[in-house]
């Protein structure tokens, strides 16, 4: 998976871990970077692969990045 979703245009980097396993799936936490991710792509690349998303959690575009910082938000019981 890591090695195919690498060679897609615009991805610069892969990381694949194995998060979590139980009888029926296999839960893989999957980091992609580049400067021109095509999300269609990497979608149609892992359903080829049997695999689907359920989540993305974070999305980064701009000049520059920007740093998570926790807020007044973050802290609330």
Not at 14 to 28: F, I, Y
Not at 49 to 56: F, K, N, P, Y
């Amino acid at each position: 998976m890591t090695q195919r979703l690498s060679s897609l245009k615009g991805v610069d980097g892969v990381n694949c871990s194995l998060d979590e396993v139980d009888q029926e799936t296999e839960s893989v936490k999957v980091t992609i970077e580049g400067t021109s991710i095509a999300f269609d792509t990497v979608e149609a690349t892992l359903r080829e692969l049997g695999a689907v998303i359920h989540s993305v959690d974070e999305v980064a575009a701009g000049k520059r990045l920007i740093e998570d910082v926790r807020t007044l938000q973050d802290h609330r019981d």
